[in-house]
């Protein structure tokens, strides 16, 4: 029953588990390894997935998207057990922990493999800065048509890509400049979509944070829960991290 369960949860990078402690009721390297390899899968875009099975060919390394989206778990996973070494965690079990919790959180699966409060596998208890990193991969999420939520790595491409284009349009005015991902030209309309969706997901992240935290709740607590829930990633930050609840976290208001 529980492997049926996480298998479907895995699939749909929904994080749902049999057990309070989630992953870390097992602490099993096995089943760790087992559980990355699915939630990447999950997070990436399943019209991908679907050609692979139509032609039979592996084609995801030519999508723009796909490589960034390696890229950005690569890079954050990296950075974090540098970070966590750096802290005092032994190489091991920092790789081991930074690889979980980028993954998870980065495809919003929202597992957790800490075997209790303030264990290794609590990121809540690591330092500022790897939890800064989680917080990014607690927005952006996985790739479009995937089932992962936040923002997606597509829009975040295309954001920065726009960005670059209006910092360079400053010293060419006249210039005709293009927003593009890998060989392909995005349609101006497609950008300003995405622009405004990425500027009413950041007004609702400060606009809930306020809120939440106008309730009783301290900042840390009401912002990591207040992208969570936009998300749908699961856990949070502070007082709602993977060994807490939402129901302990916050009061009933919030």
Same mark, same amino acid.
């Given at each position: 029953?529980? $492997?049926?369960?996480?298998?479907?949860?895995?699939?749909?990078?929904? =994080?749902?588990?049999?057990?309070?402690?989630?992953?870390?009721?097992?602490?099993?390297?096995?089943?760790? /390894?087992?559980?990355?390899?699915? #939630?990447?899968?999950?997070?990436?875009?399943?019209?991908?997935?679907?050609?692979?099975?139509?032609?039979?060919?592996?084609?995801?390394?030519?999508?723009?998207?796909?490589?960034?989206?390696?890229? #950005?778990?690569?890079?954050?996973?990296?950075? &974090?057990?540098?970070?966590?070494?750096?802290? =005092?965690?032994?190489?091991?079990?920092?790789?081991?922990?930074?690889?979980?919790? /980028?993954?998870?959180?980065?495809?919003?699966?929202?597992?957790?493999?800490?075997?209790?409060?303030?264990?290794?596998?609590?990121?809540?208890?690591?330092? !500022?800065?790897?939890?800064?990193?989680?917080?990014?991969?607690?927005?952006?999420?996985?790739?479009?048509?995937?089932?992962? =939520?936040?923002?997606?790595?597509?829009?975040?491409?295309?954001?920065?890509?726009?960005?670059?284009?209006?910092?360079?349009?400053?010293?060419? !005015?006249? $210039?005709?400049?293009?927003?593009?991902?890998?060989?392909?030209?995005?349609?101006?309309?497609? &950008?300003?979509?995405?622009?405004?969706?990425?500027?009413?997901?950041?007004?609702? &992240? /400060? =606009?809930?944070?306020?809120?939440?935290? @106008?309730?009783?709740?301290?900042? &840390?607590?009401?912002?990591?829960?207040?992208?969570?829930?936009?998300?749908?990633?699961? !856990?949070?930050?502070?007082? @709602?991290?993977?060994?807490?609840?939402?129901?302990? $976290?916050?009061?009933?208001?919030?």
């Amino acid at each position: 029953f529980d $492997a049926v369960a996480h298998a479907l949860s895995t699939a749909s990078t929904g =994080g749902f588990s049999t057990r309070d402690a989630s992953i870390g009721h097992w602490d099993s390297l096995s089943i760790e /390894v087992v559980m990355v390899v699915a #939630m990447l899968i999950g997070g990436v875009n399943f019209a991908l997935h679907g050609r692979l099975v139509w032609t039979r060919r592996f084609t995801h390394h030519r999508d723009p998207e796909f490589r960034g989206y390696l890229a #950005m778990v690569g890079a954050g996973t990296l950075l &974090v057990t540098l970070l966590l070494v750096d802290d =005092g965690m032994g190489m091991g079990r920092a790789l081991r922990n930074a690889v979980f919790s /980028v993954v998870a959180l980065g495809t919003s699966s929202g597992f957790g493999n800490a075997t209790g409060e303030g264990r290794s596998g609590d990121f809540t208890s690591w330092g !500022p800065g790897p939890q800064m990193i989680l917080l990014l991969f607690l927005v952006f999420g996985g790739c479009t048509g995937s089932t992962s =939520g936040g923002v997606k790595v597509m829009r975040l491409r295309v954001g920065i890509s726009h960005a670059y284009r209006t910092l360079r349009s400053f010293r060419r !005015p006249r $210039a005709v400049l293009l927003v593009r991902q890998g060989r392909t030209t995005v349609p101006d309309h497609l &950008v300003e979509r995405i622009a405004g969706f990425m500027v009413v997901y950041g007004l609702l &992240v /400060v =606009g809930g944070t306020m809120v939440v935290a @106008a309730l009783g709740t301290d900042l &840390v607590t009401a912002m990591g829960g207040v992208i969570g829930s936009l998300g749908n990633m699961g !856990p949070g930050l502070g007082e @709602a991290g993977p060994t807490a609840s939402y129901a302990d $976290a916050y009061s009933t208001p919030a």
